[in-house]
């Protein structure tokens, strides 16, 4: 350590240094060359006086009726290499003397620098290897504003130790005068805590679950997400980095999953680079949420992640200006395949932001420049009141959504949109008078890459009423309340000799497997040719089969699109078990019917902008949501807590300063300072 | 040669200044030149040179963050040489989490168990900075301005609390967030914008010079 490196003896030696040392290079050689006796050498300094005359630097000249010292810093510091140090004004060389050794200020030095001696505060620096927070010492003034805010916050006082000493955060964490704030600190954290423990701990009401009328653009917001189709691109930008993670990622999982289950890729772009290794994250989160349903979202084919925009506001201009170069390239530098020529082929732009400027950069740079694309803002609660300011001046951003509680509405209301409760038949069933809307009816299918419409693929159910709720499978024979083959006869000794009926999907084309037996009911998923399906039920004519999906749901498929057999159930989960070996982006691309090729760099999808499905209820039935109504309820017990040791401590301290403890003349960081 | 050189620098940032600004207000827009023949190719060739140069803007800045990268490692390296074990940390951190994002083809999930875990609970902890220094507001700043500032915050934060005893507080709050709050950020947008302004005027007048490092 006696080796170590000291700056200030480098910037000592460094400025003391001899003058010919510091001229320029051209300088030097000028200075070398032969002349003859008695002539003065030719110096650099008049070519730059010519220069300067020349109009080079003419905002920089001192006007001719001011003052010497009325030069700007910018011109003095210019001239610094030609100028020898004793030409610069007296003030100035005391400041330099005083940066230099600050602790030695001469006495000639405090009466120059009178009334300039608190403005120019030279920061202390004392180098010390090893240490971080010590690394810097603090001037006088510096260390009154820190001895204020550690009053306030409730730190240690610097300034107390001894010269040199480090900070050891034990001694305040265990010193007594830290003990209340330490209780408080446990007595909050416990707080917050108990409503993950026990329900009983609820307090205050959960936000609503309808959109406030008093907030139009919340409703707006939503309403522009769930009208997007299967043929459209959402742009999503993800500007927040991990320390809002906790507050916003609620937000970016709800917005995610609601393009999703409508059938729309997104596209996820970011001028923060964390944020787009986090948006992986996130998706990779869905992902293990639906994994119980056969659903993978493959990279490349449901998803796009840009690559960064780098430049903050300019990377967003960039973003508009060149938006087909840049939806062309993945954040991992690969090709993403997409022919998106300008930015009004997306329908929605996404942006989840902690910043206010973030929001204010997209409404001006991108927004602004699309035609049919507004602006759906999504904040933390700390950005939102400047954003919402934005929001209601600026016509490009339809509404904005903030905050944990505006997070738990969204997702109510997409529950309730997507069908939280399971589908009841009776949705399915003839209306009152016996007859159905014929239009309704209407075979509508499309084909594998979602056109439609396309030629007669289900049949129109008849007016026969539907059975009721079919029990689910067991050991029993399958339902048999219409004319299906039952079971009875069959050897069910024990579970895996059961016997089941199943459909084999038979259509060359892709199947849709809907909510109810009608075409107009929505559609759950897709099947290939080949794929079986346990029968669970049948509507009256037998038209339709109700199955059991792998993930729990049950459908319905049109009865003349599959064949009909049965097996055991040991045989039909061997079966199911061998399907389900697949790789998951073999599972994705056989289930949505898409063209793959294995090149010698991976797989490589075709189409990739394409539509795919619709409504894919699992992304928000499958949802985890069993820590929403607990962190919500910690949010309010730890804002009465707040509220409470503001208020007692506040008027501790009143009650203090009536006594007379509190010192009238201590002005430190009022206002008036 | 150094005052040459300042010379050129300034004279080269307010010429790119200048074009950038001409080529933003004139390009694109073939409505200033009367629509005639020729207006629209006009317009386009005025664009070019502002796009090209805010392009090359994006590439500087993404090369910077490369060059800051490195220097970071090189302090560090430095630090670490001189015995500073938290740059050793910083080092090992380094190497350790590019071996795992290679050796894993692109794994990101120390990035959900490392650095988002801290970074959210850096920001839970300004809660509880916040509320403690909230409590001793008074103690160390008894005048108008403290009261004032203890009053707001609680009505605010009351006003927060979905308890339906609690709402003509939060009448008041929603007022104090519509009405001041967005007088202050109004006046902070407009701050920001009279700042942008005079920040490149003066950079395009030579005042500023940070371009010179």
């Not at chain 1, 170590?4 to 290079?25: I, K, Q």
């Not at chain 1, 772009?269 to 869905?286: E, Q």
């Not at chain 1, 994994?291 to 993978?296: E, M, Q």
């Not at chain 2, 709050?181 to 701050?191: D, E, H, K, P």
Request: aromatic share 6%.
């Amino acid at each position: 350590m006696s080796e170590e490196f000291n700056w200030l003896e480098y910037v000592e030696h460094e400025e003391s240094a001899p003058e010919p040392e510091r001229r320029g290079r051209l300088s030097r050689l000028l200075s070398r060359r032969p002349c003859l006796p008695g002539r003065p050498r030719l110096r650099l300094p008049r070519l730059r006086r010519r220069f300067r005359l020349a109009g080079l630097a003419f905002w920089r000249r001192r006007p001719k009726d001011s003052a010497p010292e009325q030069e700007s810093a910018t011109s003095l510091l210019d001239q610094r290499a030609e100028r020898p140090l004793e030409d610069l004004d007296e003030r100035l060389q005391f400041l330099r003397e005083r940066s230099i050794s600050p602790s030695q200020p001469s006495a000639d030095a405090q009466q120059a620098l009178y009334e300039v001696d608190d403005v120019l505060v030279t920061p202390e620096i004392a180098q010390k290897p090893g240490g971080v927070i010590s690394a810097g010492a603090l001037s006088k003034a510096q260390r009154q504003q820190v001895e204020l805010l550690q009053d306030i916050v409730g730190g240690a006082t610097q300034a107390e130790e001894p010269a040199g000493r480090r900070f050891l955060p034990s001694q305040a964490l265990f010193s007594l005068s830290a003990a209340p704030r330490m209780i408080a600190a446990a007595a909050l954290l416990a707080l917050v805590s108990l409503p993950f423990a026990s329900s009983d701990f609820a307090v205050g009401a959960l936000p609503p679950s309808e959109f406030p009328e008093e907030r139009p653009g919340f409703a707006a917001v939503y309403e522009a997400l769930d009208g997007l189709t299967g043929s459209d691109f959402a742009l999503v930008a993800l500007e927040y980095g991990p320390a809002a993670a906790g507050e916003l990622d609620s937000l970016a999982d709800l917005v995610l999953r609601h393009v999703f289950a409508r059938g729309v890729k997104p596209l996820i772009v970011s001028s923060n680079p964390i944020a787009i290794a986090h948006a992986r994250n996130i998706i990779r989160a869905i992902n293990r949420s639906v994994a119980g349903s056969g659903i993978s979202l493959l990279p490349g084919y449901d998803y796009h992640i840009l690559r960064f925009l780098p430049g903050g506001a300019l990377g967003i201009r960039e973003l508009n200006e060149n938006f087909a170069d840049v939806v062309k390239v993945s954040a991992k530098g690969i090709s993403t395949g997409l022919q998106l020529d300008s930015l009004d082929r997306v329908k929605s732009i996404v942006l989840i932001s902690d910043s206010a400027e973030t929001v204010r950069n997209w409404a001006e740079q991108v927004v602004a420049a699309s035609d049919n694309a507004p602006l759906l803002a999504f904040t933390s609660y700390s950005a939102a009141p400047i954003a919402q300011v934005y929001a209601d001046a600026s016509a490009e951003i339809l509404g904005l959504v903030f905050g944990y509680r505006d997070a738990y509405t969204y997702g109510e209301e997409l529950q309730a949109s997507f069908g939280g409760v399971p589908p009841a038949p009776a949705n399915n069933q003839s209306s009152a008078d016996g007859t159905r809307d014929s239009q309704a009816n209407q075979p509508q299918e499309a084909d594998a890459m979602g056109e439609r419409p396309q030629a007669t693929a289900e049949p129109a159910p008849t007016e026969t009423p539907l059975p009721s709720a079919t029990p689910p499978p067991t050991a029993t024979p399958a339902p048999t309340s219409t004319a299906l083959p039952t079971a009875t006869d069959l050897p069910t000794a024990t579970a895996t000799l059961e016997t089941i009926v199943i459909v084999e999907v038979r259509s060359p084309q892709q199947v849709r497997i809907r909510r109810g037996p009608t075409t107009a009911d929505d559609i759950l998923r897709l099947a290939q040719t080949g794929d079986t399906f346990e029968v669970i039920g049948a509507n009256g004519d037998g038209s339709w089969y109700q199955i059991a999906l792998a993930n729990g749901l049950e459908g319905w498929i049109a009865a003349f699109l599959v064949d009909e057999g049965r097996t055991t159930r040991a045989a039909f989960e061997a079966g199911r078990a061998s399907a389900s070996a697949r790789s998951p982006t073999e599972r994705v691309v056989l289930e949505r019917g898409f063209l793959l090729s294995l090149g010698k760099n991976g797989p490589r999808f075709y189409q990739a902008d394409a539509p795919i499905l619709s409504d894919i209820h699992e992304f928000v039935l499958m949802r985890d949501r069993s820590q929403e109504a607990p962190r919500l309820e910690a949010m309010t017990l730890g804002t009465l807590a707040a509220v409470l040791l503001i208020v007692v401590g506040n008027v501790l301290s009143a009650f203090g300063a009536l006594r007379g403890r509190a010192d009238p003349n201590d002005r430190r960081g009022s206002f008036d300072d | 040669m150094r005052r040459v050189g300042g010379g050129m620098s300034a004279f080269v940032a307010f010429a790119v200044g200048v074009a950038t600004i001409l080529s933003l207000l004139l390009g694109d827009n073939p409505a200033l030149f009367g629509g005639q023949a020729g207006s629209e190719e006009l317009a386009r060739r005025l664009a070019l040179p502002g796009d090209v140069l805010l392009r090359l803007v994006v590439i500087v800045v993404a090369l910077s963050i490369v060059i800051g990268v490195a220097n970071l490692l090189f302090v560090h390296v430095g630090r670490a040489a001189r015995g500073a074990f938290t740059s050793a940390v910083v080092l090992a951190s380094f190497a350790f989490t590019i071996y795992w994002y290679v050796s894993r083809r692109g794994d990101t999930s120390l990035l959900e168990a490392v650095q988002v875990p801290i970074e959210s609970a850096l920001a839970a902890l300004l809660f509880l900075s916040l509320t403690l220094g909230g409590a001793r507001i008074l103690q160390k700043r008894a005048d108008i301005w403290g009261l004032l500032f203890v009053v707001v915050a609680v009505i605010v934060l009351l006003g927060s609390i979905p308890l339906a005893e609690l709402a003509p507080v939060k009448a008041l709050s929603d007022w104090l967030l519509a009405i001041p709050v967005s007088a202050g950020a109004r006046a902070i947008l407009l701050g920001i914008a009279l700042g942008a302004v005079v920040a490149g005027v003066r950079a395009l007048l030579g005042q500023d010079r940070a371009f010179r490092g």
